[in-house]
């Protein structure tokens, strides 16, 4: 079995991996708690985050817990921000006419990142999709949407039969659908976001298991994938 490389930073590569397990939390953490899911002592840990909370990038509140800080808003910000500032309008728009949270999603190596987000203004209730979150792009309705704009050979490693058939049906029918791989009762349709010089990526909805057409939203959504490439000279 091939030796895994050493990172070249291993101080930078476990900060990276502090930003990356604050992201995937459902609540600010205490210090032992990201020591342990790191794996080093409390006292590396705290050094650490002491560098990242003198970027802002971490915030402890009055407790001691540790959450991402709003520096992190900042930077995400600057991400594709072409994309996202042509994005945000038709995610608005759909959200609130579907009464559905609506998200621009991107392939990023093995996994599919969240990044913008509009949950709808009047619904009594919501999916919550935050950006910078990610999942593997083995599961879900916009990580199917996504490769089936792409061909076999960049699929990442781990596709199974199943899925090879969900991202066939996806390319057949130009959009995809998913219940259950990533939240569980909760349901999502994706189309993709063809654009030149960006990263593969999709548009997509996300809602609670219900009686719904998949094809009447993914329709919605392919007229706003539309007006984004349109915008963006894609």
């Known amino acids: 079995m091939a030796e895994t490389p050493a990172p070249a930073s291993q ?32 006292s590396v840990a705290y050094r650490l985050l002491r560098t990242l909370e003198d970027h802002g990038l971490v915030a402890r509140d009055w407790s001691g817990r540790v959450a991402l800080g709003a520096r992190m808003a900042a ?3 600057g991400v594709a921000h072409d994309l996202q500032a042509e994005a ?22 093995d996994e599919c990142i969240t990044l913008a987000s509009v949950e709808p203004r009047h619904a009594i209730a919501s999916v919550a999709q935050r950006p910078g979150a990610r999942h ?11 490769l089936s704009r792409l061909a076999p050979s960049e699929w990442p490693a781990g596709v199974s039969d199943a899925l090879r058939a969900d ?3 996806a390319a057949a ?17 994706a189309v993709p976001l063809p654009l030149r010089g960006h990263r593969p990526a ?32 894609g």
Do not use: W, Y
Not at 17 to 41: F, S
């Open 167 to 169: 991202i066939a049906d």
């Open 75 to 77: 930077l995400a910000a």
């Open 11 to 42: 101080t930078l590569s476990r900060g990276i991996r502090i930003l990356e397990i604050l992201a995937d939390a459902r609540a600010p953490l205490t210090i032992d708690d990201i020591a342990g899911r790191l794996g080093v002592h409390r």
């Open 88 to 109: 945000l309008p038709e995610l608005t728009a759909v959200a609130n006419e579907l009464g559905m949270t609506c998200f621009l999603a991107v392939l990023d190596r």
């Open 173 to 189: 029918r130009g959009f995809a659908t998913s219940h259950d791989e990533v939240i569980p009762t909760v349901q999502a349709v």
């Open 202 to 233: 999709a548009i997509a909805v996300v809602h609670v298991a219900g009686p719904v057409d998949p094809s009447s939203i993914a329709e919605r959504l392919s007229r706003s994938a539309a007006a984004i490439t349109e915008a963006l000279g």
């Open 136 to 146: 593997s792009i083995l599961v879900g309705a916009p990580s199917k949407a996504i």
